[in-house]
């Protein structure tokens, strides 16, 4: 099985900071694409920003110029640098991965727990 565990969220000032971590583990023989998405009772499921293995690098507009999807691929780990953190930013937190988990086999999308990230005005 493959596990991710994000960590990171919490409650911040707008202007504000924060940095999340998605990390990877279990039967992986190589991760394709990861990223975020983010979800609130009032707008829905947002993808936010995603990444390739070659780095590659897909961002909502919304965040455009604000965050940044680094990954490191020897750690199996992403991140979600987010500045100038916005209140309409608060949300629910899920990084994804798409994992090949034996040779030759299939993809299969995993996704982590979620974390809550607050922005306060």
């Known amino acids: 099985q493959v596990q991710l565990v994000e960590s990171g969220g919490g409650l911040v000032q707008a202007g504000g900071s924060l940095r999340l971590s998605c990390a990877a583990s279990g039967s992986i023989v190589r991760i394709n694409a990861m990223g975020w998405y983010r979800q609130t009772p009032g707008k829905g499921r947002e993808l936010v920003a995603a990444?390739?293995?070659?780095?590659?690098?897909n961002y909502a507009d919304s965040v455009k110029g604000r965050f940044t999807i680094p990954r490191d691929n020897a750690k199996n780990t992403m991140y979600l640098q987010m500045n100038s953190l916005k209140p309409e930013d608060t949300a629910v937190y899920y990084c994804?991965?798409?994992?090949?988990?034996?040779?030759?086999?299939?993809?299969?999308?995993?996704w982590g727990q979620g974390t809550q990230v607050t922005v306060s005005s």
């Open positions: 994804y991965a798409d994992v090949i988990r034996a040779y030759g086999g299939r993809e299969y999308k995993y």
């Open positions: 990444i390739t293995s070659g780095g590659r690098t």
